[in-house]
């Protein structure tokens, strides 16, 4: 589809304002006010649908670590400055340099809905990711179109088996951005991200709390990762939902 709406003045500033901070920094944590400000500035309707369907993920069943505590879907697309195309469904790859544990193999999981990929608030969110991290991609590396993963992730925590939302440690996705959103907290504790430098100094950390905060990352500039998630009422369900989009070089 192309962009429904053509950005406003509004949404070039609050763009130009955050990717000015990830430029100085490598990273940055956005409010959940600011965000709120974005998507709706590039069009998000109906965030509860979008946020209840991470109640319909698969199970992840590639970790090496024998756990079955994460959920997802995923869905590639391809970004432009014309607007989004989904791509046909495809593994997820990383190699075993980004991610020793569950890199070094195609990685099939179970697509995004067609109604969730042609959903207005993801529209809002791939069109606020091209708005950021397209002008950050300096002259000459820019690609016509850009190679885009779409991840919706759930990581459960149960008595007696933490739910890991990196169970890699720290690391890089092996992309050139990358957006981490929360969508929804339920009953969890920690799940705290840090961000390192590449020499490996803790340039910052902070809890995702709050739906619609979000870690805006230069992928090839620091790694992140985040603490493991424990229930606060081990009789309760209690997970941590979050979006993950990330863009590379096609
Ligand atoms: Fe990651």
Not at 7 to 17: G, L
Request: net charge negative; proline share 7%; glycine share 8%.
């Amino acid at each position: 589809m192309s962009w429904s709406r053509s950005p406003s003045s509004a949404f070039d500033a609050m763009t130009t304002t955050l990717s000015d901070a990830v430029a100085a920094d490598g990273f940055s944590f956005v409010e959940a006010a600011t965000m709120q400000a974005l998507l709706d500035a590039a069009g998000l309707r109906d965030w509860q649908g979008f946020a209840a369907s991470w109640g319909d993920l698969g199970l992840d069943s590639y970790m090496a670590d024998g756990g079955r505590y994460r959920r997802r879907r995923h869905a590639a697309f391809a970004l432009s400055a014309a607007g989004i195309r989904r791509k046909p469904h495809q593994p997820h790859y990383q190699s075993r340099d980004y991610n020793p544990l569950n890199g070094g193999l195609e990685r099939w999981f179970e697509p995004i809905t067609e109604a969730i990929a042609a959903h207005p608030a993801l529209e809002a969110v791939l069109k606020t990711c091209f708005a950021l991290f397209d002008p950050l991609t300096p002259d000459g590396t820019r690609p016509e179109v850009w190679h885009t993963e779409v991840h919706q992730f759930r990581v459960e925590a149960r008595a007696g088996e933490t739910g890991r939302p990196t169970p890699e440690g720290m690391h890089r996705d092996g992309v050139d951005w990358v957006l981490v959103m929360l969508v929804r907290r339920e009953n969890v504790s920690s799940g705290t991200t840090s961000i390192h430098d590449l020499a490996g100094r803790p340039l910052g950390s902070f809890t995702l709390r709050h739906p619609l905060e979000s870690a805006v990352v230069d992928d090839a500039r620091v790694f992140h990762g985040v603490t493991p998630v424990e229930p606060v009422d081990p009789a309760q369900p209690a997970f941590r939902d979050v979006l993950v989009v990330t863009m590379r070089r096609a």
